[in-house]
């Protein structure tokens, strides 16, 4: 759904969309979104401001990956809200450096006359998954001698000592 400036400058845009699993692109994240995406929310034009657009609204939607500690399938379910501010990219087209403050560094920029929700809806969902994707928090990971997931079975495996011919310079004092 493309969100346009022109309409936004007439009135306050709703959407209320659904998206079918797989609809989004999320392969290159090795991510598969598995239940529809549903999001809810509005997009207007800021009056007074220059063109500065505010999107908001809420989105839930499951997604899985492999967990990065064991390489089993794991479920990410999110149900989270957001609250942009998108600025014309005509706004920082200069040739100069300027400064910005911390209120700032929070503004998304637009071009083309508005913006794709999908797009949108796509970063705030990476943004929302944790940065380690672990089946659960004590998710004990795959043996690194046999390769075996440990939370199925334990193995008898001893990880050998690294060489430390370096030994002796640890042991001295400074």
């Known amino acids: 759904m493309f969100l346009s400036v022109k309409e936004m400058e007439l009135r306050k845009i709703r959407f209320d969309e659904t998206f079918e699993a797989g609809q989004l692109e999320f392969a290159s994240e090795n991510l598969e979104q598995v239940t529809p995406l549903h999001a809810v929310?509005?997009?207007?034009m800021l009056k007074n401001t220059g063109g500065e657009l505010r999107i908001q609204g809420r989105y839930t939607v499951e997604l899985k990956?492999?967990?990065d500690r064991c390489l089993v399938e794991a479920r990410f379910p999110l149900d989270a809200g957001f609250d942009l501010f998108y600025q014309p990219a005509s706004n920082i087209a200069r040739d100069e450096e300027i400064e910005i403050d911390e209120g700032e560094a929070e503004i998304g920029f637009y071009e083309h006359g508005g913006l794709e929700l999908e797009d949108i809806l796509r970063e705030q969902i990476l943004l929302a998954l944790p940065m380690q994707r672990v089946c659960s928090e004590n998710c004990k990971g795959i043996?690194?001698?046999c390769g075996k997931?440990?939370?199925q079975s334990d193995c008898d495996c001893h990880v050998p000592k690294a060489d430390d011919r370096w030994g002796a310079l640890r042991k001295l004092e400074i």
């Open 149 to 151: 997931n440990r939370n």
């Open 65 to 67: 990956a492999q967990c």
């Open 41 to 44: 929310g509005s997009a207007e």
């Open 143 to 145: 043996c690194p001698v």
